[in-house]
């Protein structure tokens, strides 16, 4: 079975600065997808960023970028110039390639401060 | 754009009585997930359906029973509700061959 683990349960950072959430997973599967999925007070499961395991390049959608080490089973989700409306928890996910369902990680608790 | 439409947004029961939640996928998804989202806790897979066939189950109890049809909508009808049900249930689709869920924003169900 698929797991994910999130070590920060909750962090902080100042307005425009630059923030690092950490995710490890473990799976013997060589293709499957990860994701970071935002979910602020309103409780939506929004996705913020989608990573294929057989791309080597690190995905980057606008202010969000992972970093995805595959050998190590890390897939860290930095955000830049940090904005309030970024508070939210975030989940990583996983999802092998022969199935459907996402295995999320217990979260992470961001505050983004004035 | 037309999003994942969940109904009831918000729902109350109370204990041995029976609920069904309702979904409808973005136009053009074929695949919709269920996941259930108890108080603090991440989402946990219940059930999915591709093509209104079951295509995968997770931690859904025996109580609980899903559907879709045949326009794509799903039903999740739960029975003999329990305190413990009480959660934040999402529903969420996918495009044929798309590998991004789309959620939608959820029933909050509260068994009493």
């Known amino acids: 079975a698929q797991t994910v683990t999130q070590s920060q349960p909750e962090m902080s950072v100042q307005e425009a600065e630059t923030v690092t959430l950490s995710c490890t997973y473990d799976t013997s599967e060589n293709n499957y997808y990860l994701f970071w999925y935002k979910q602020p007070p309103s409780r939506q499961m929004i996705l913020v960023i989608r990573?294929?395991?057989?791309?080597?390049q690190n995905a980057t959608e606008n202010r969000f970028s992972v970093n995805f080490q595959k050998a190590a089973k890390s897939f860290s989700l930095k955000i830049s110039d940090s904005q309030l409306g970024d508070t939210a928890m975030y989940f990583c996910?996983?999802?092998?390639?022969?199935?459907?369902?996402?295995?999320f990680g217990k979260g992470t608790k961001l505050t983004v401060n004035p | 754009a037309a999003g994942v439409i969940q109904s009831p947004r918000h729902l109350i029961k109370e204990k041995r009585e029976t609920a069904t939640l309702k979904c409808y996928p973005i136009p053009r998804h074929d695949t919709v997930y269920w996941y259930q989202q108890g108080p603090g806790q991440d989402p946990q897979f219940l059930i999915s359906f591709y093509e209104k066939m079951q295509s995968d189950k997770g931690s859904i109890p025996d109580r609980f029973s899903a559907q879709q049809f045949s326009d794509y909508h799903s039903e999740l009808n739960m029975s003999s509700l329990e305190l413990g049900d009480s959660a934040l249930y999402f529903c969420?689709?996918?495009?044929?061959?798309?590998?991004?869920?789309?959620f939608g924003q959820g029933t909050r169900l509260t068994v009493v």
């Open positions: 990573q294929e395991a057989y791309k080597q």
């Open positions: 969420a689709s996918s495009s044929p061959l798309g590998t991004e869920a789309f």
């Open positions: 996910a996983f999802m092998k390639r022969s199935s459907e369902k996402l295995v």
